[in-house]
């Protein structure tokens, strides 16, 4: 069975400094990797997704990850946060192509200080 | 991006109630739709995967009694908790998608349920 850890609970950043949002993932066959992106009291919001290709993978609002399978992570980076970037970040796993179950890390929290 | 609803965002029931979760994709069709759970300050928890026109998959610990899906189009899948109790407050969120493979899953803003 696959899975996913993101082992920060919490990162803090100062706003216009680089981000990184942490994620390691376990599965069995080609990983199907995501990030989505909670704000409080909504559902989530995809951010990007590898299925193959180049291991830089760029998303929405600046974010891009990047695979890298010799370390099983998939890191979300951003190059200049921005104060509304702070919410919590899920990072997801589906492994092979007809595996429709996804798994979620436990997520971290964000907080982007001015 | 693909646009998922969620039907009510907000519910307060008496305990011993049953409540009906309506999920929709409004601009594509679902071949495959997926019933979450979120705790305060924890991540999703699977409960049950739905496929249009067949039964639910649910997973191990998840009383598909107690949580009834109905997946009766290809854009509109149901969840009905059943008897609730304080004990099933939650968020619970519905996800989206084309088919099970490479397709994105597209989720729904949530429905926050308490049980009193």
């Known amino acids: 069975a696959q899975s996913v850890a993101q082992p920060e609970d919490q990162v803090n950043v100062a706003e216009g400094n680089p981000l990184t949002v942490k994620c390691t993932y376990s599965v069995s066959g080609n990983p199907y990797l995501f990030w989505y992106v909670q704000y409080p009291n909504r559902g989530l919001q995809f951010l990007l997704k590898y299925i193959t290709g180049d291991n830089l993978v760029k998303g929405s609002y600046g974010f891009e990850a990047e695979f890298n399978k010799s370390q099983t992570s998939f890191h979300l980076k951003k190059p200049s946060a921005l104060v509304s970037d702070s919410a919590l970040y899920f990072c997801a796993v589906r492994g092979g192509y007809n595996n429709n179950d996804m798994r979620f890390g436990a997520g971290t929290r964000l907080t982007v200080k001015p | 991006g693909a646009v998922v609803s969620q039907h009510p965002s907000r519910v307060i029931c008496k305990s011993g109630t049953s409540v009906k979760i309506e999920c929709r994709s409004l601009?594509?069709?679902?071949?495959?739709m997926f019933w979450y759970r979120q705790f305060p300050k924890q991540s999703l928890m699977l409960m049950a995967t739905?496929?249009?026109?067949?039964?639910?998959?649910?997973e191990q610990g998840v009383e598909k009694d107690k949580f009834l899906i109905n997946h009766a189009s290809l854009t509109l899948s149901t969840l009905t908790v059943t008897s609730a109790h304080p004990e099933d407050s939650s968020f619970y969120i519905c996800s989206a998608a084309l088919t099970g493979g490479t397709d994105t899953q597209y989720f729904g803003p949530g429905t926050r349920l308490t049980v009193l």
């Open positions: 601009d594509f069709q679902a071949t495959t």
């Open positions: 739905s496929n249009e026109g067949s039964k639910a998959t649910y």
